[in-house]
């Protein structure tokens, strides 16, 4: 059984930063990559940040490029996402999953957190 559990949601002002992390816990074979998505109220779950096994690829969704940053831990079997510049419209709720799929697709996807909130007041 693999659980991953998040932590770090919470509310900020417009500018602020938070980070996110999500540990995995239970045994995965091969080279999973690990993702982050958001869902707001109202909209379909989107892809956010993925970074690959080693830590040396990563991706990111055009809207947060440039103001999030996706990194893991192998040892620790953690992977964490720093938000700067935090706008309004990334208020959702955050979700961290793990799999041997599409990056950028949820479907690509096996495992997944409950996920947490992050707010962002204006």
């Known amino acids: 059984q693999v659980q991953?559990?998040?932590?770090?949601?919470?509310l900020v002002q417009a500018g602020g930063s938070l980070r996110l992390s999500c540990a995995a816990a239970g045994r995965m074979f091969g080279s999973y990559a690990m993702g982050w998505f958001r869902q707001a109220p109202g909209k379909e779950r989107e892809f956010v940040a993925?970074?690959?096994?080693s830590g040396g690829t990563t991706?990111?969704?055009?809207?947060?490029?440039?103001?999030?940053?996706?990194?893991?831990?192998?040892?620790?079997?953690t992977v964490y996402l720093q938000m700067n510049s935090?706008?309004?419209?990334?208020?959702?709720?955050?979700?961290?999953?793990?799999?041997?799929?599409d990056y950028a697709n949820s479907n690509g996807y096996s495992y997944w957190g409950q996920g947490t909130q992050v707010t962002v007041s204006s």
């Open 59 to 77: 991706y990111y969704a055009d809207s947060v490029k440039g103001r999030f940053t996706i990194s893991r831990d192998i040892a620790s079997n």
């Open 50 to 53: 993925a970074i690959g096994w």
């Open 86 to 101: 935090l706008k309004p419209e990334d208020t959702a709720v955050y979700y961290c999953a793990a799999g041997w799929g």
């Open 4 to 10: 991953l559990v998040e932590s770090g949601g919470g």
